[in-house]
Nanobody, 117 residues
Framework: QVQLVESGGGLVQPGGSLRLSCAAS????????MSWYRQAPGKERELVAI????????NYADSVKGRFTISRDNAKNTVYLQMNNLKPEDTAVYFC??????????WGKGTLVTVSS
């Protein structure tokens, strides 16, 4: 059974940094494209960053380009999201997603990030 567990959320002041982690189990990690999504109160869930299984290329939402970095450690079955220069509008629950061709996507339960002074 695939399981994704996020950690690293919390309260941070504007301009601060956080690093989120997502530990995956029950899957062949290298076969999965990993993503971070977020959902702010009253808004739809949106894609923040993605790192592909093949080659490790990445892509980002325009709103986080230059501030967030997604990376993966295949030896640890973990994907990270380094978030710098955080803004109040980054406040949301951040979810980890794993997908691979032919299988249902898997979601973590999320970790809350609050950016406030």
């Amino acid at each position: 059974q695939v399981q994704l567990v996020e950690s690293g959320g919390g309260l941070v002041q504007p301009g601060g940094s956080l690093r989120l982690s997502c530990a995956a189990s029950g899957l062949i990690f290298t076969r999965y494209t990993m993503s971070w999504y977020r959902q702010a109160p009253g808004k739809e869930r949106e894609l923040v960053a993605i790192i592909f299984s093949a080659g490790g290329s990445t892509n980002y939402a325009d709103s986080v380009k230059g501030r967030f970095t997604i990376s993966r450690d295949n030896a640890k079955n973990t994907v990270y999201l380094q978030m710098n220069n955080l803004k109040p509008e980054d406040t949301a629950v951040y979810f980890c997603n794993a997908r691979s061709p032919g299988v249902l996507p898997c979601w973590g339960k999320g970790t809350l990030v609050t950016v406030s002074s």
